[in-house]
């Protein structure tokens, strides 16, 4: 059974430029969970995605964007890219009909911008 | 304003000997509370939750975690620790009052494990 898959697994942008990054949820996971975490810090919540739409979103500014695909797939868009966006970006999926359910996590995509 | 502290951004401990890590956490009525563990490089792996009930939870690699509600703390501990066990350790909340399909994790800063031979 597969976990959560994230790709790429590194990447390295230019200030300004724009960055997608992919997400695959666990098997039988239909909610997907984006997370920035910089360097010696804990993830903070970006936001969620669940049947096609952003459900909860953290406080993050709009140069930071997803969309869910109908295979509940996921995708993380980031314009404007600045030198404080460098972190690594996780993906967490769960299953929204299973109470008290664990968010589970992919390997995530570290991103550096230069 | 939900939050979670993790007192420690470190703990030294030697093997065999039992470990414990803290953290408290400041939300409104009950939470949800997770630990994730965290190896070099790699995402974050489950460990255990409460959710409801026995105030000692028992989770994965012999962890488990003692739910305080008046001391608002969720501390993990393991009763021998392992050198494998070293690690960088998250605190997680989730608002229970938020039913949706998920509600965000709110994290802790991270607390480094250490445990030497």
Redesign the interface.
Known sequence: DAGVTQSPTHLIKTRGQQVTLRCSPKSGHDTVSWYQQALGQGPQFIFQYYEEEERQRGNFPDRFSGHQFPNYSSELNVNALLLGDSALYLCASSFAGQPFYEQYFGPGTRLTVT | AQS?AQPEDQVNVAEGNPLTVKCTYSVSGNP?L?W?VQYP??????LL?Y?TGDNLVKGSYGFEAEFNKSQTSFHLKKPSALVSDSALY?C?VRDRKVY???????????TELSVKP
């Open positions: 979670v949800y997770f994730y490089n790699r995402g974050l792996q489950f939750k959710i998250f997680a949706n399909q998920g509600g965000k994790l709110i994290f802790g800063q991270g």
